[in-house]
Nanobody
């Protein structure tokens, strides 16, 4: 069964950047559309960005537009989330998910989820 692995989280100062990666060792990710989600402390999990199988279509939530960029490199079997100008409000657990529908309205439409990578923003 496909298992997604997120990496790249960590501690960053306010205003700093991180690039998260989502991979699926042993599987081909270009069969799937990919979404990035985050769960901030005390809040529901929210979708923040998604990308189609070959990267031709992307969506970014208004809450992170202009600061976060999604991309993928199918040759490396990896999807990225570049996060710039990070604020304390961005701190939380970040997940990627894979599915057969591009940017579905419900996260239940995603078939596979990673375990998440923690992002901490603090001086």
């Amino acid at each position: 069964q496909l298992q997604l692995v997120e990496s790249g989280g960590g501690l960053v100062q306010p205003g700093g950047s991180l690039r998260l990666s989502c991979s699926a060792p042993g599987f081909t990710l270009d069969y799937y559309h990919i979404g990035w989600f985050r769960q901030l402390p005390g809040k529901e999990r929210e979708g923040i960005s998604c990308i189609s199988r070959y990267g031709r279509r992307t969506n970014v939530a208004d809450s992170v537009k202009g600061h976060f960029t999604i991309s993928r490199d199918n040759a490396k079997n990896t999807v990225y989330l570049q996060m710039n100008s990070l604020k304390s409000d961005d701190a939380g657990l970040y997940y990627c998910a894979a599915g057969r529908t591009f940017c579905p309205a419900s996260r239940a439409m995603y078939d596979y989820w990673g375990q998440g990578t923690q992002v901490t923003v603090s001086s």
